[in-house]
C-alpha cells in the first residue's frame, strides 16, 4: 500500500482542544452554519475527520454535543461488560486473545457467576448488560449462551425492570438458527463490528477464512430477526485513509445500525498485524485519539438518533478518553464488570485500563466521570435508541 494516509505528526493534538476565546475564524463560522442546516455530506464529512484548527475542532464538538442533546437528552445508558470467555477459534491479527496467541491462559466462567455479575449490575442501575467472549459454535457453547440468557432474564426481574435487565451478546458469527435462538431466549441486542468497511483492509486483518462477505450476512440476518444491531470499526489502522472512514460513517447509515461501538486501533505484543512488516504506517497515539473523537462527532451528525459507545479503547490512549468521547457525541457506557480474577486474561489490546479495580470501583469512579461532563448516568432502563 502506497498511500501515507496520515503523513504529519500533528503535535498541538496532544492538548486538549482550546475554548475558541478569541472570535472563531471565517471558516469555522462557516463550518458551524453549514453542521447546523443539514446533515453532513462526504465533503464535510471528510473535513469533521481531517481539519486541524483548533476553533473549527470545537465548533465540530460543540455541533456534536448539541445533536446529542436534541436527539437523545443528557443520559449516559450503561451496559455492565462481562468478558465471560476468551477462548476463541478465530485468528483475528489484531487481537490478543486470536486462537494463534498460545501465551494466554484460556477461560470459561461458569454459568452462575456470570448470571451473578449480571444481577449485580442489575443492582447497580445498570439496566443492561453485554455478554462477550471470544468466539465458538460449537453445540456446547450454543446451548450455554441461551441457558446464561434465559437465567439472566429470570433473575434480574425488579419492579423497575419487569422484564429483567437487557442483554446485548458480543460472541461473533453464528447461523441464522443460533441468533434466532438467543433471540427467542431473550437477548434483544447485538453488537458485531465489521471492523471497517473496506474489503482490501478487511482482508489484510483477518485470515482467508473469515470473510467480509460473512460478516455483512451476519449484520443483516441480526437486523431481519429483530435485534438492535450494535457495529463499529477500529480506527487508525495502519494503511487506513480518511476515505476509508468516511466510507465508514456511510456504512453505518446503509446497514441501519443501532448502535455504533468504535475506538482507536491498539496494537497488541502477540497480535501484530502481517502487513506492517511491509512497512504500512501507523498514525501516532495522539492522532489515533482524535481520529476516534472525531468519528464519534460524524457519527452523531450523520446519524443524531443512535447510541453511540464512548469505549475502553479511548481511555486506553488517554485518562479521559471515555469522557472526551462523551463531549464528542457518544451516550453509551460499558462499565468494566468482568470478575477481577480473569480480567488481565481479556486483553485484546496492551495497555487495557482497570485491571485492577473491582467492579464496584468502577461503577463509582463512573458516576463521577460521568458528572464531570454534565451528564446524568439513566439508570434502571434498557436504553435503547429509538427506532428509526
Ligand atoms: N485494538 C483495538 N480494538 C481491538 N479489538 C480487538 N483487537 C483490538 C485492537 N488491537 C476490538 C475489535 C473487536 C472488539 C471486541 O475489540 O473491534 O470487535
Known sequence: MTTQAFPVRIEWMKAPPAKAATPLSAAALELATRLASSLPDRETLRHILATQQPDEIEVIRQAAEKALLKNCGDTVRLRGLIEFSNRCISDCYYCGIRRSNRALARYTLKLAEIVDTARWCGEQGYGSVVLQSGERRDAKFTRFISAAVRAIKEQTRSPELPDGVGITLCVGEQS????????AAGAHRYLLRMETSSPELFTRLHPATQTYASRINCLKILKTLGYRVGTGVMIGLPGQTLDDLVDDLFFFRDISA??????????????????????????DVATRLQLALRMIAATRLLLPGINIAATTALQTLSEDGREQGLRFGANVIMPQATPLRVR??????????????????????LEGRINSVGRRILRDNWGDSERR
Open 176 to 183: 441464522p438458527e443460533t441468533y434466532a435462538e438467543w433471540f
Open 258 to 283: 443501532d448502535m455504533i461501538g468504535m475506538g482507536p486501533y491498539i496494537p497488541h505484543e502477540q497480535a501484530v498485524l502481517p502487513y506492517m512488516e511491509a512497512g504500512a504506517a501507523m498514525p
Open 344 to 365: 488481565r486474561q481479556y486483553t485484546l489490546y496492551d495497555g487495557k485500563p482497570c485491571l485492577d479495580d473491582s467492579a464496584g470501583q468502577c461503577a463509582t469512579c
